[in-house]
């Protein structure tokens, strides 16, 4: 059965440092690895995705993400925060066998402070 | 091009009443997706449909709902009975045409639905 774990139910960092989201699956199979923001009362935008090749993968809004198949990770990262980077991030999963559904985790709310 | 367009964005209803909240895939989609955002929590897979045809159900509710996507017309998540305990955000995504599609969902802004 495919899941997805976001440890961290808040992230905390101030404005201009560095940015970690973490996230961690478990899939059958290939697993295609995505992000998603979400701000209030709106729906899910995409971020970025892992679908294969190079482990690091840049994405929208300055936004980049790692794979690591070792340890099953695929934690999401900015170098330096902005105030508007505050929103709800979920990551997401998808395996190669088995069904196509995508499977989100619980979601990771970070706040960047001014 | 229009994205994916869900209506109405707000429902009341009082317990017992039936509740249906419609989606509209993006231009050449063939596959929709509904998900369920109770409050601080995350997206709870419910079901995965394409036109006239029902791929994965496992997320639904075994009574009160039920999804549709005709071949004519918008995809339909539909709950009876609603109980306080349905009030949450329903979120619609769509897919291009392919099982084996790779990429990310596209969602719609959300069906809010509350029930008194």
């Known amino acids: 059965a495919q899941s997805v774990a976001q440890p961290e139910d808040q992230v905390n960092v101030a404005e201009g440092n560095p940015l970690t989201v973490k996230c961690t699956y478990s899939?059958?199979?290939?697993?295609?690895l995505f992000w998603y923001v979400q701000y209030p009362n709106r729906g899910l935008q995409f971020l970025l995705k892992?679908?294969?090749?190079?482990?690091l993968v840049k994405g929208s809004y300055g936004f980049e993400a790692e794979f690591n198949k070792s340890q099953t990770s695929f934690h999401l990262k900015k170098p330096s925060a902005l105030v508007s980077d505050s929103a709800l991030y979920f990551c997401?999963?998808?395996?190669?066998?088995?069904?196509?559904?995508?499977?989100f985790g619980a979601g990771t709310r970070l706040f960047v402070k001014a | 091009n229009a994205g994916v367009m869900q209506n109405p964005r707000h429902l009341v209803r009082r317990r017992g009443q039936e509740a249906r909240l419609r989606c509209s895939p993006m231009?050449?989609?063939?596959?929709v997706y509904w998900y369920r955002q109770l409050p601080e929590e995350g997206l709870k897979f419910m079901v995965y449909l394409q036109k006239e045809n029902i791929i994965d159900e496992s997320g639904m509710p075994k009574e009160r709902f039920s999804a549709e996507f005709p071949k004519e017309g918008p995809s339909i998540l539909r709950i009876q009975q609603v109980v306080r305990g349905d009030s949450a955000a329903y979120f619609c995504a769509s897919s291009p045409p392919a099982r084996s599609y790779t990429g990310e969902l596209f969602f719609g802004e959300g069906s809010r639905l509350t029930v008194l």
């Open positions: 231009k050449g989609h063939s596959h």
């Open positions: 997401a999963v998808r395996g190669d066998t088995g069904g196509f559904k995508t499977i």
């Open positions: 899939v059958s199979g290939n697993p295609y």
């Open positions: 892992y679908i294969t090749g190079d482990n």
